[in-house]
């Protein structure tokens, strides 16, 4: 195998589907796996090693539910022809699921395959451009630094330009969405500009682009960089009346008040014109995949 096989493979990843639901459980996984080959730690990783890590990986960066699955992913990339799997055996119960119970109490391993683990080891920079393709095909570029922070790879967020056939993002949707909101925030209306250049005004997609959420201005937003990025972990949301929902797990000092929590159930600032408010369809999956808080 050589670098450009296994990114293929890493962009094939057979992720678990089920309508537009996100499944960020491989992709988080494998970021962990990366870490531990960045710091020589050996190829094999016990599940009660990671158990807990990557259970936190999946509540912070996946969507909420009542309960995080660790063993699957473990199990389950088996699938994918990168992740090695020695020994298989008591592993499913008779029902055929993954017994999370047996695999910490027998120190059970898995991790990359020697050939995948012998090819990283030997070219650090793929490392990185794996880890990028990871996270630029599961996650929002706001995320991306938070991510790698948390798995523990340290270097900085650098676009890739992969040669992995991917959707491209319509150019113009930027300009469009600043434009439907009178290039102000639609939450705080922040505006400043450098002579006619905006500044720290983005347009953010309420329903990911990763996820399929379209380059229309009924998907976007024109957000400040902080409450682009509060959209995008979860900390906010916006409701079905277009009213912005605080998280009851956000909380903090200094601008907390001021910047967050002062927003709670005021109207969004309205678009120029009707058709661009957000759609239902997509302030509707945001909350189910990424808000993290109670809703409704």
């Not at 996270?135 to 991306?144: I, T």
């Not at 434009?179 to 002579?195: G, L, P």
């Not at 024109?222 to 979860?234: N, V």
């Given at each position: 195998?050589?670098?450009?096989?296994?990114?293929t493979?890493i962009?094939?990843?057979?992720?678990?589907?089920?309508?537009?639901?996100?499944?960020?459980?491989?992709?988080?996984?494998?970021l962990?796996?990366?870490?531990?080959?960045?710091?020589?730690?050996?190829?094999?990783?016990?599940?009660?090693?990671?158990?807990?890590?990557?259970?936190k990986?999946?509540?912070?960066?996946?969507?909420?539910?009542a309960?995080?699955?660790p063993?699957?992913p473990?199990?389950?990339l088996?699938?994918?022809?990168?992740?090695?799997?020695p020994h298989?055996?008591?592993?499913?119960?008779q029902?055929?699921?993954?017994?999370?119970?047996?695999?910490?109490?027998h120190?059970?391993?898995?991790?990359?395959?020697?050939e995948?683990?012998d090819?990283?080891k030997?070219?650090?920079d793929?490392?990185e451009?794996?880890a990028?393709?990871?996270?630029?095909?599961?996650f929002?570029?706001?995320?991306h630094?938070?991510?790698?922070?948390?798995?523990?790879?340290?270097?900085?967020?650098?676009?890739?330009?992969?040669?992995?056939?991917?959707?491209?993002r319509?150019?113009t949707?930027?300009?469009?969405?600043?434009?439907?909101y009178?290039?102000r925030?639609?939450i705080?209306?922040?505006?400043?500009?450098?002579?006619?250049?905006?500044i720290?005004l983005?347009?953010?997609?309420?329903?990911?682009?990763q996820?399929?959420?379209p380059?229309?201005?009924?998907?976007?937003?024109?957000?400040?960089?902080?409450h682009?990025?509060?959209?995008?972990?979860?900390?906010l949301?916006?409701?079905?009346e277009?009213k912005?929902?605080?998280?009851?797990?956000?909380?903090?000092?200094?601008g907390?008040q001021d910047?967050?929590?002062?927003f709670?159930?005021?109207?969004?600032?309205?678009?120029?014109?009707?058709?661009?408010?957000?759609?239902?369809e997509?302030?509707?999956?945001?909350?189910?995949?990424?808000?993290?808080?109670?809703?409704?």
């Amino acid at each position: 195998m050589n670098a450009q096989e296994l990114l293929t493979r890493i962009a094939s990843l057979n992720v678990w589907k089920k309508g537009d639901q996100r499944a960020p459980h491989k992709p988080l996984l494998l970021l962990l796996a990366l870490a531990r080959i960045n710091t020589d730690q050996p190829r094999l990783i016990p599940f009660s090693a990671i158990e807990g890590k990557l259970a936190k990986l999946l509540e912070d960066f996946g969507p909420s539910r009542a309960s995080y699955y660790p063993e699957l992913p473990f199990w389950h990339l088996q699938s994918d022809q990168i992740w090695d799997f020695p020994h298989t055996a008591d592993v499913l119960t008779q029902s055929g699921s993954v017994s999370r119970k047996y695999l910490r109490d027998h120190q059970v391993q898995a991790g990359f395959t020697q050939e995948v683990y012998d090819l990283l080891k030997a070219t650090p920079d793929l490392i990185e451009q794996a880890a990028m393709q990871l996270l630029e095909e599961n996650f929002p570029p706001s995320m991306h630094q938070d991510i790698l922070d948390e798995v523990g790879l340290d270097f900085e967020v650098i676009p890739q330009y992969s040669t992995q056939k991917r959707a491209r993002r319509d150019p113009t949707f930027r300009r469009r969405v600043l434009e439907a909101y009178d290039y102000r925030c639609a939450i705080c209306s922040f505006s400043v500009r450098m002579e006619n250049t905006p500044i720290a005004l983005e347009a953010a997609h309420i329903k990911w682009f990763q996820a399929g959420g379209p380059d229309i201005e009924s998907n976007g937003l024109a957000l400040c960089s902080l409450h682009h990025k509060l959209l995008d972990r979860g900390a906010l949301a916006i409701s079905n009346e277009h009213k912005i929902v605080v998280s009851e797990k956000a909380n903090g000092h200094g601008g907390f008040q001021d910047w967050v929590l002062n927003f709670h159930g005021k109207l969004l600032l309205k678009p120029r014109q009707l058709a661009y408010a957000p759609k239902l369809e997509f302030t509707d999956w945001h909350i189910r995949e990424v808000f993290q808080g109670k809703y409704g």
